[in-house]
């Protein structure tokens, strides 16, 4: 049985080396954009291995998913922008590619070589709580109930920003509407129409797992994001309503409800966030639903906003 773990093992990190070099070095944009989902996925594999699942989770949801869904939108762009793709242009890239790998890897070796000792009191402290926390699983627990506070502030950041992105896209639009649209590759078609389907179930498998297990709000609602923008990519020509009530609603959903909540539970406990330990369940699973929703939200904010093309209704 350990040799055959050990074969694994020896496989997946050859396999990960290898989706690595052919990312590195594919002739194709669209090639190295397909490797580099599949080296994230093998990469949420080690992490597996390794027995942190929800670093997993997080890789699969924001470097598979999220990311590559970026990555499919800039090949077109690279590819149909002749200046982008001379070259000259490519050697820049290259060069400025190289220099800022070099210096994260940098930060990252002098951040693991001053790593320091865990405090294992802390996660003592939040087992011995698990059974007043409305949730069996203690990433969960600490996110929602124990340091809920620290959570609603993060989506209001989240809400703050994206009121920002929108008052300055409508400030700066330029009015070009879908004439000026250019078409969609037929390749990125394809995919999309492939892995929308697989992105929006397991973003909700992702949400109801949260209660439990590694998984929650912020892996479902990177991988919801990711289907909207991929979305976004493929109908260039439809519009995201900025100023409509119902959208702004559903973007500030996350933020409200806590804050809904917040005051709830003040009546009922005396004090804001403090769930009662019968019904902390059912307030974790709306707070997890909302936060989805704004965090997905947030995220196709931010793509359409960074699209000068991408006009936002008045």
């Known amino acids: 049985m350990e040799t055959t773990v050990r074969i694994y093992d020896f496989l997946l990190v050859t396999a990960l080396l290898g989706a690595a070099w052919k990312t590195l070095f594919a002739r194709e944009a669209f090639t190295s954009t397909v ?51 001379s070259k000259e242009s490519r050697l820049t890239f290259h060069m400025a590619a190289g220099v800022l790998s070099l210096g994260l ?30 949730s069996s699983h203690p990433v969960t627990s600490v996110l929602l109930n124990f340091r809920a506070f620290d ?45 929308l389907p697989f992105l929006v179930i397991i973003g909700g498998f992702l949400l109801w797992l949260g209660s439990h297990s590694p998984g929650g709000a912020f892996q479902a609602g990177s991988l919801i994001g990711a289907a909207g923008i991929l979305i976004q990519i493929t109908n260039p020509d439809r519009r ?38 019968s019904q902390a369940g059912t307030f974790i699973l709306i707070l997890e639903l909302a936060a989805t929703a704004s965090i997905a939200l947030t995220l196709n904010v931010m793509f359409a906003c960074s699209h000068p093309w991408t006009r936002g209704g008045r």
């Open 35 to 85: 490797l580099f989902v599949a080296f994230g996925l093998l990469m949420a594999i080690v992490w597996t291995r390794l027995g942190a699942i929800d670093v997993a989770l997080a890789e699969a949801c924001i470097g598979a998913g999220l990311t590559g869904a970026l990555l499919i939108d800039a090949i077109r762009h690279f590819q149909e922008d002749s200046n982008l793709n």
């Open 105 to 134: 890897f940098s930060i990252l070796s002098t951040s693991l070589l001053n790593l320091q000792e865990p405090n294992k009191d802390v996660y003592t402290r939040v087992i011995d709580h698990m059974d007043v926390s409305g």
């Open 151 to 195: 959570t609603w502030l993060e989506l209001g950041v989240l809400l703050l920003a994206s009121f920002a992105a929108i008052s300055i896209h409508q400030l700066y639009d330029d009015g070009r509407g879908p004439d000026l649209m250019r078409p969609t590759p037929t390749a990125i078609k394809s995919l999309t129409r492939v892995m």
């Open 240 to 277: 995201i309503l900025f100023s409509s009530l119902g959208f702004r609603i559903l973007l500030s959903l996350g933020f409200l409800a806590f804050l809904a909540v917040a005051f709830l539970t003040n009546l009922l406990q005396g004090n804001f966030l403090e769930f009662p330990q």
